[in-house]
C-alpha cells in the first residue's frame, strides 16, 4: 500500500499537466486518449489506460481532466522505486488505481487549475494541489 501512495503522490507531483476533455476536441470527436497521443509526451499514459481498460470509459464517459503525468515522470517515478514500466503495466489493478488517483470528474481549465488547492479523484482519495516546479 505504500509503494502506491508514494508512486502516486510522485507522479502528481511530477510534471504532470491537465489535460482537460477540451469542448473543441471533444466535439471533434477526440477523447482525452487521442489528445495525450497527439502531444506525443505521454505514451507511457498512453499504454497505461490502454493497458489499464480505462480508454473507452475516457472516451465515451465524462467529462473527466486527466492530471497527465508526463513520460519524462513515469521515467523518474519508476527509476525512483526501481521498477519498470512493464512491472507496472502487468499489474492491472495497481495501475488501475494509479491511474483513477489522477482523473478528476468534470472538466477542468488550466485557469480554474491554477485557483484549486485540492480536488476529489475518481480512485477516491482528493489531491493537493499546488502550483509550481517541484525540482524534478
Avoid: C, W
Avoid at 509503494?3 to 470527436?29: E, K
Avoid at 491511474?99 to 470528474?105: E, G, N, P, T
Avoid at 491554477?114 to 489531491?127: M, P, R, V
Amino acid at each position: 500500500m505504500r509503494r502506491i501512495v508514494l508512486f502516486t503522490l510522485v507522479l502528481v507531483l511530477v510534471a504532470a499537466v491537465a489535460l482537460p476533455a477540451q469542448r473543441n476536441a471533444r466535439a471533434q470527436g477526440n477523447s482525452i486518449v487521442d489528445i495525450a497521443v497527439a502531444d506525443g509526451r505521454f505514451t507511457t499514459l498512453v499504454a497505461a489506460v490502454q493497458a489499464a481498460g480505462l480508454a473507452d470509459t475516457l472516451a465515451t464517459g465524462g467529462p473527466f481532466t486527466v492530471f497527465a503525468p508526463t513520460d519524462q515522470a513515469f521515467a523518474n517515478v519508476l527509476n525512483l522505486l526501481g521498477i519498470s514500466a512493464a512491472d507496472l503495466l502487468a499489474d492491472k489493478a495497481l495501475l488501475t488505481d494509479i491511474l483513477l488517483y489522477h482523473v478528476v470528474a468534470g472538466s477542468v481549465t488550466s485557469d480554474k487549475v491554477a485557483s484549486l488547492t485540492s480536488a476529489k479523484t475518481l480512485q477516491g482519495s482528493s489531491i493537493e494541489i499546488a502550483p509550481g516546479d517541484t525540482g524534478f
